[in-house]
């Protein structure tokens, strides 16, 4: 339960210190006094955003403070721990403070003392505060707000089951995404495949090898002046070689060489070198003679080698500008092809990922759609008995479920009985029917049910609910809304109710909710130094009365008569329940 609230310099609150009681706390006032603001106020100790415009003028910042008595079986002490937080010391409470600057940088969140990130205050007020708004009972003519309010209602087993769904369905719909975008790019793909197939199908064609344009370019040359080449030989050769050329010239010098080596015994190197120089003459003759009888080339040889080299020349232009780069440029080639198989081995393969995705999915979903049926069937019995205690004798509430089919452009799942849209919560939805006349089938709450009858469903809900979860504080801002008479009757012995299963804290301007408070709370403006403030004070009997008098009309002798009797049938009623 909330043991204290201590609020400072927040808005038109300069300061204000509130000691609640267990069981139902009311807040009463004139309209526009300032009853919300404090709910408001409390609102930031559950993790609500703040604004710089909420710290009162000419103040730096504004703090607000409470005591939560959570005792030991709370998961208060599982959120702590998660967060790194201090537990508490032992007396079963909890300290959560927050320091609001006009700088947005300077807001501080504290629990147990210790320095704490927004996100902790938010899960801790989840598991504490159950928080219906002055317009939360709208939420109940939005049918999409329905199907959360079911889940809620179906406890942890639901939850669980759609907690998997959920995640399953992120996952599938993040995949396909993912999936959506390989596809797309796989004509670009299959368009760049095809075109280096086609670059190495027209290199392999030619099938150059290494160095071949070197060594063609060179043959080419001698195919190309073979005709003048063995002109050239022949007329060496000749004069080599003929009878009177210049070998049989030299050999005519031998004698006279070995006649000069008699005489001069020192020339005898000198004819050594002489008879070298004539068999190197007579060796090149030889080559010349052999080298003239190899020219002997085919016509077709030389177009064939123009033709070789002309293939070169295109794939050097396209490829090159050398054999050896087109060389290169094909394994370059053939490495992007083979990446680009790779590509497709990985489309693949997300093809088998998806259909294992999507079969989990054919798995978890009848699971949920079971759990909700059958939390769906519970919720009606329990909300229809609630309205009966509201005063709502022949009403009848109904919970609609149904599963949308899917259209071809709808994220959808396949199941043996059709094709179904698929949202991110799974494939149910959830509208919530009533009949408030005997005999009448339920319809949509927007169309049939009055101001007061949402709010009553509401209160049903929250009744049914709170028996279900035991909710440690429930706060109900106006959940009078549109109601009064013996109707606002029902309503205080409802919410009486249910304060017996939690501390209740409701702002109201029906009399009979205020006649059954634990803990009644006048809420007044007044001015000070030239400014205004919102001051609380805790009521006692005799003051409860005039406040009383004061809601039903004014602070006659009658009015101060009914709010006597108002409190004694409360206080009956109350005996009578226990």
């Known amino acids: 339960m909330l043991v204290t609230l201590n609020i400072s310099d927040f808005a038109l609150i300069e300061r204000l210190t509130l000691d609640l009681e267990p069981g139902l706390n009311v807040f009463t006032g004139e309209t526009g006094a300032g009853k919300s603001l404090i709910i408001q106020a409390f609102s930031l100790l559950l993790g609500e955003r703040a604004s710089a415009d909420l710290v009162r003028r000419g103040k730096d910042r504004a703090g607000i403070e409470a005591t939560f008595e959570v005792g030991k079986t709370n998961g208060t002490s599982s959120v702590l721990e998660q967060w790194g937080l201090p537990c508490d010391d032992g007396d079963g409470c909890v300290l959560v403070s927050r320091s609001i600057g006009r700088m947005a940088r300077s807001n501080r969140c504290f629990v147990n003392g210790s320095l704490s990130p927004l996100g902790a205050l938010k899960d801790l007020g989840d598991g504490l505060v159950d928080l219906h708004g002055q317009h939360d009972h709208q939420r109940l003519l939005k049918t999409a707000e329905h199907l959360a309010v079911l889940d809620e209602f179906g406890g942890s087993t639901l939850l669980k089951i759609k907690d998997k769904v959920v995640k399953a369905i992120t996952r599938l719909r993040d995949f396909e995404s993912e999936l959506s975008s390989l596809q797309e790019k796989e004509r670009e793909r299959a368009i760049e495949r095809d075109n280096l197939q086609f670059q190495i199908d027209e290199i392999d064609t030619v099938s150059p090898e290494a160095g071949e344009d070197e060594k063609l370019e060179g043959r080419h040359k001698l195919v190309a002046n073979a005709d003048r080449l063995r002109q050239l030989l022949s007329s060496v050769d000749e004069l080599l070689s003929d009878d009177g050329g210049l070998i049989d010239g030299l050999r005519q010098g031998w004698s006279k060489l070995d006649e000069i080596c008699e ?127 509201l005063g709502m004798g022949p009403a009848l509430f109904a919970a609609r479920i149904w599963s949308d089919r899917a259209k071809d452009d709808d994220f959808s799942i396949d199941l043996p009985d059709g094709k179904y849209r698929l949202y991110s919560d799974g494939m149910e939805r959830v509208e919530f029917l009533i009949s408030t006349n005997e005999g009448e089938e339920p319809a949509s709450l927007s169309k049939v049910a009055s101001g007061g009858e949402v709010s009553r469903v509401m209160l049903a809900l929250k009744a049914a609910l709170a028996s279900r979860d035991k909710v440690p504080i429930m706060v109900f801002d106006e959940i009078d809304t549109g109601i009064g008479g013996e109707t606002a009757w029902s309503v205080a012995e409802k919410l009486q109710e249910v304060s017996r299963n939690c501390q209740c804290i409701c702002i109201t301007h029906l009399p009979q909710i205020a006649a059954f408070a634990d803990g009644h709370y006048r809420v007044e403006k007044s001015g000070a130094g030239g400014r205004t403030v919102i001051n609380v004070s805790a009521l006692d009997n005799d003051e409860r009365v005039s406040e009383l008098s004061r809601m039903l009309g004014g602070a006659s002798e009658a009015a101060n008569k009914h709010a006597k009797e108002l409190l004694s049938r409360a206080k009956a009623k109350g005996r009578a329940s226990e």
Request: hydrophobic content about 30%.
């Open 263 to 389: 005489i001069d015994e020192n020339a005898g190197q000198t004819r050594s070198n002489y008879h070298e120089a004539v068999y190197l003459l007579e060796e090149v003759a030889a080559d010349l003679s052999r080298q003239s009888e190899e020219v002997d080339v085919d016509g077709e040889e030389l177009q064939s080698i123009e033709e070789r080299l002309g293939d070169f020349s295109r794939l050097t232009r396209k490829y090159g500008p050398s054999l050896q780069d087109v060389l290169d440029y094909r394994e370059q080639v053939e490495e992007k092809l083979q990446n680009l198989e790779k590509d497709e081995r990985t489309l693949t393969e997300a093809d088998e990922r998806l259909k294992e995705m999507r079969q989990q999915l054919r798995e978890l979903l009848p699971k949920l759609t079971k759990a909700r049926e059958k939390v769906a069937r519970r919720l009606e019995k329990a909300v229809t008995v609630q309205l009966k205690h």
